[in-house]
């Protein structure tokens, strides 16, 4: 059992982890880098130390008068023959709100089985940021302590980069970098409007919304990388309705 969660608790690598800004000083210079996991790194981890066959998740909605505002997630794991399980939650969001909820649900709940939890004993790192637009990115990747450092070699090979998203296993930044004009026209908001229908106006307040959500620091991981990958989809759409492109 001690074996078990010292691997379930071993840190990733480097390569692994993901960054994101917290709060910035005055003149939003410097900003302290927040860390976190995306799904598929903890699930690998998983696999990894305990086998696939070994843990299994399970999901209830939360609901009130409104409908579903939430998720439980109950992860199980098989040790010694006996299913052991442990539970944690997540709210819903704007922004892929069932499939954003059920991730971090999923995150929480490993968390109580050791996996990641180390990151939240990190200090804060100021690093250097830098306005785009209305968001505050990070300009360089903070160096991690020593004792944050894997040191059994644990998800050498699956530890995806930062921001996994929807179509493939590219990450964002990379994504958004070979993004066609075709790509962005298809991106549709939450009710389901492709970006290439809606007025200059109607981006320019969209883009507006989005950025205010990514600066108020409130996103879950997963929020943040789709949030970011429609931004880049509505300023192209609103770059090209503005030179008449489209």
Excluded at 89 to 109: C, M, N
Excluded at 201 to 213: D, I, Q, T
């Amino acid at each position: 059992m001690n074996e078990l969660l010292a691997a379930l608790s071993e840190p990733f690598s480097p390569e692994a982890i993901d960054w994101r800004v917290g709060a910035t000083n005055s003149e939003k210079t410097k900003g302290i880098a927040l860390a976190y996991l995306q799904a598929r790194p903890v699930m690998d981890r998983l696999d990894e130390a305990i086998g696939p066959e070994n843990w299994a998740d399970t999901y209830a909605p939360i609901q009130d008068i409104n409908g579903t505002v939430g998720f439980i997630c109950t992860l199980s794991l098989r040790i010694n023959g006996e299913w052991v399980s442990k539970t944690d939650g997540a709210d819903t969001s704007d922004i892929e709100a069932i499939k954003g909820g059920i991730s971090d649900a999923f995150k929480r709940a490993a968390v109580k089985w050791g996996v990641g939890r180390y990151l939240y004993d990190l200090p804060n790192i100021w690093v250097p940021v830098e306005t785009r637009g209305k968001s505050v990115v990070l300009k360089d990747t903070p160096k991690l302590p020593d004792w944050a450092l894997p040191k059994k070699g644990l998800n050498p090979k699956n530890e995806t980069p930062a921001r996994e998203i929807e179509k493939g296993t590219e990450s964002s930044d990379n994504f958004t970098s070979t993004m066609t004009i075709e790509d962005a026209c298809k991106t549709t908001t939450s009710k389901g409007v492709a970006y290439g229908k809606m007025s200059i106006v109607g981006l320019e307040k969209m883009l507006s919304y989005m950025h205010a959500k990514v600066n108020d620091n409130e996103l879950s991981p997963e929020e943040t990388a789709e949030i970011e990958r429609k931004i880049k989809a509505a300023q192209m759409v609103h770059s090209a309705k503005v030179n008449k492109e489209i």
